[in-house]
C-alpha cells in the first residue's frame, strides 16, 4: 500500500520559511510526477509545484521565485522549501504522486492517484 506521509508545517510570520517533507513508502516503481498542492477554507484545491521524474519543474505563478521543490530518491523524500512566505499562503498543503500514469497537467489534482492527508502551514502578517 502507497503511503506519502507530509511534515514540517506549522505557524511562521510573513516572510519566514518552512520546509515541507513528503515521504513515500509502499510502491515498488518510482511515480512519473510528485506534486505539491494546497487548499485553503473555501477555496478549491491549486497546484503549487510539481516535479517528474527526470527533475522537470513546475511552479504555479503565486510561488516562482519564493517556492523551490526538490526530490531526495534515496530517501525517497520530496521537499518543498518555501521561503518569503505571505499570509495568502496560509492553506493545508497536501504532497501528491502520479504513479503508473501520465501527467500532462501537473496543476490538476485529477492528474495524481495518491494523496497524502495534509499538513497545515499558517502565516501570519
Known amino acids: 500500500q502507497i503511503q506519502l506521509v507530509e511534515s514540517g508545517g506549522g505557524s511562521v510570520q510573513a516572510g519566514g520559511s518552512l520546509r515541507l517533507s513528503c515521504a513515500a513508502s509502499?510502491?515498488?516503481?518510482?511515480?512519473?510526477?510528485m506534486g505539491w498542492f494546497r487548499q485553503a477554507p473555501g477555496k478549491e484545491r491549486e497546484g503549487v509545484a510539481a516535479?517528474?521524474?527526470?527533475?522537470?519543474?513546475y511552479y504555479a505563478d503565486s510561488v516562482k521565485g519564493r517556492f523551490t521543490i526538490s526530490q531526495d530518491n534515496a530517501k525517497n523524500t520530496v521537499y518543498l522549501q518555501m521561503n518569503a512566505l505571505k499570509p495568502e499562503d496560509t492553506a493545508m498543503y497536501y504532497c501528491?504522486?502520479?504513479?503508473?500514469?501520465?501527467?500532462?497537467?501537473?496543476?490538476?489534482?485529477?492528474?495524481?492517484?495518491?494523496w497524502g492527508q495534509g499538513i497545515q502551514v499558517t502565516v501570519s502578517s
Open positions: 501528491a504522486a502520479a504513479f503508473g500514469i501520465a501527467t500532462l497537467r501537473p496543476d490538476h489534482p485529477d492528474q495524481y492517484n495518491e
Open positions: 509502499g510502491y515498488t516503481y518510482n511515480s512519473n510526477c
Open positions: 516535479i517528474y521524474v527526470g527533475g522537470k519543474t
